[in-house]
């Protein structure tokens, strides 16, 4: 509680960011997966209120993923009824609460931060790319979607350039107004006074775009916003109403392979896509927190099994929600929670005060968004870090743009592999040089990766020299360069080539292994 009141000033306006940002991200994502529009808020809901309370991350933010609606559209397409796919992302939620008590959590933690860096800059590329069409009043495709290959049978770029044909002027003027008072409120207003960073600049982008609306909708009705250019949640007549919005999953179709099949599918995908998140969420921490990621994934399964029982979506931990709220100044956990809040009490209360809110403002709150995740600054910065980090840090940026995010964030990992190998495959062998003499020291870990170039330098070197094998920095050696070493010591003779081996500088167990292992060198 005490933590509570001391963050409250940071946290309620960031909860409130992150609840507009996730009200037509929940329907969107819901709407594309083919599920009741109501599933998606539900979903919202639980991966605030459950997931939050549960997870110990300080700023991530959970509900329906984007990731995973290629996946729903299909399971829900191939299930007798929606209550059977209910009861697979139950059955999800209990495998990814084993997978974080059997300690499935440390895979998250392979992921270079160049990846993951690169993984933000391209949320917020595809952030920008996205919104631009709902910015200016083109709404085919579904909020939250982050693919290259659109739903709407077109592409990011295509949709982008698209958009400009099919402009809304009311759309782009509530656009515009919308970015600049979220420049004037960060660069110059809250400079000026500090009540100004206890209001939200999205609450009143909101407020002054709805407000512009109503008056056009009585003074140029001509003008006015279509339906499809609005927030449009379900709206109930009446309390029981609002609760036949909730669908529950059914036993009888437990016994239906693709039931098993799905749940398996979500599991997997979900875990992965929240570790990635979890460490993408860490890093935009302004405290530099860590998750603890077992724990995680356990909060995410029961967030699941929740979401499921009820009628919602499957939930992860999203980045563009987490990226709202680090930007909007989150410090707890509360951030997320209290969002969860305000979706169920407003879906509740006032659904048809949210149905007002033009779309076209709730774009350039996530533009904005984008902004900050891909500000030119960070390419440069990446760059003078060295070509190992930012040739990984921008092909995932390309990667994530032209696929999606996992598939983006695998090929981002082996191309960082590949410089992790090549910087070891470089420095674990140093060989030098002077006339005929060679020194040929081994560092850290030598593996057979070094075999190659070990094998090819050894048998470069010209007959009658003298070589030093420096192996006493060496942590480890494989089997396999021991060989090596020990195959050019049974011909170096034939070359009048004398070899001497130091290993004095190692510790009394390490020189032990050295010599069980260098057997012929010893002989």
């Not at 990446?382 to 995010?405: R, S």
């Amino acid at each position: 509680m005490k933590n509570f009141i001391r963050n409250a000033g940071a946290d309620l306006p960031a909860s409130l960011v992150v609840f507009l940002v996730a009200l037509p991200l929940c329907l969107g994502i819901a709407l594309a997966s083919g599920a009741p529009l109501f599933s998606g808020i539900i979903a919202g809901i639980a991966g605030g209120i459950v997931v939050g309370s549960l997870s110990g991350s300080n700023v991530s933010v959970s509900g329906p993923a984007a990731g995973l609606t290629a996946i729903v559209a299909v399971a829900i397409a191939r299930m007798p009824a929606f209550e059977a796919f209910l009861l697979a992302v139950i059955i999800a939620g209990v495998l990814q609460f084993l997978l974080g008590s059997f300690k499935a959590g440390f895979l998250g933690d392979f992921v270079p931060s160049s990846v993951i860096k690169g993984m933000l800059t391209a949320i917020g590329l595809i952030l920008i790319m996205k919104q631009i069409p709902h910015l200016v009043g083109y709404d085919a495709d579904f909020e939250g979607d982050e693919t290259f290959a659109q739903a709407d049978h077109k592409n990011t770029f295509s949709g982008l350039f698209g958009a400009f044909s099919k402009i809304t002027k009311l759309a782009v003027i509530i656009g515009i107004i919308s970015i600049l008072i979220q420049i004037v409120w960060d660069k110059v207003l809250v400079k000026k006074a500090s009540f100004f960073k206890l209001i939200p600049a999205p609450l009143i982008v909101v407020l002054v775009a709805t407000a512009i609306h109503q008056w056009c909708l009585s003074a140029f009705p001509a003008l006015s916003l279509q339906k499809d250019q609005l927030v449009n949640i379900p709206v109930a007549e009446d309390v029981s109403g609002f609760f036949s919005f909730f669908i529950f999953p059914k036993l009888e179709h437990l016994s239906n392979p693709v039931v098993w099949t799905t749940a398996i599918t979500l599991a997997i995908v979900a875990s992965l896509e929240t570790l990635l998140n979890i460490e993408a969420a860490d890093e935009l921490d302004p405290y530099q927190r860590v998750t603890p990621t077992n724990r995680e994934l356990k909060a995410q399964g029961i967030g699941n099994i929740v979401s499921g029982m009820v009628g919602g979506l499957p939930v992860t931990s999203v980045i563009v929600r987490t990226s709202a709220n680090v930007n909007a100044g989150a410090r707890s956990k509360m951030s997320a929670i209290l969002h969860g809040f305000m979706l169920l009490i407003c879906a509740m209360f006032i659904p048809s005060l949210l149905n007002l809110i033009p779309l076209s403002a709730l774009a350039a709150v996530l533009i904005y968004t984008g902004y900050k995740l891909a500000k030119p600054s960070l390419f440069t910065s990446m760059y003078k870090k060295g070509l190992d980090q930012f040739i990984p840090f921008i092909v995932t940026v390309l990667a994530i743009i032209f696929t999606d995010l996992l598939i983006g964030i695998i090929i981002g990992i082996l191309v960082g592999l590949v410089f992790i190998l090549r910087s070891n495959f470089k420095s674990a062998v140093l060989i030098v040089s002077d006339a005929n003499k060679y020194l040929i020291r081994l560092r850290k870990d030598v593996s057979f990766l070094n075999k190659a170039i070990l094998k090819r330098r050894l048998e470069e070197v010209p007959e009658n020299s003298f070589i030093l094998i420096d192996i006493s920095r060496a942590d480890f050696i494989d089997k396999d360069v021991i060989e090596v070493v020990n195959d050019f010591l049974t011909h170096a003779h034939l070359k009048n080539i004398r070899v001497e081996l130091k290993k004095s500088m190692l510790k009394p167990m390490h020189q032990l292994v050295i010599k069980k292992q260098f057997q012929l060198i010893e002989e």
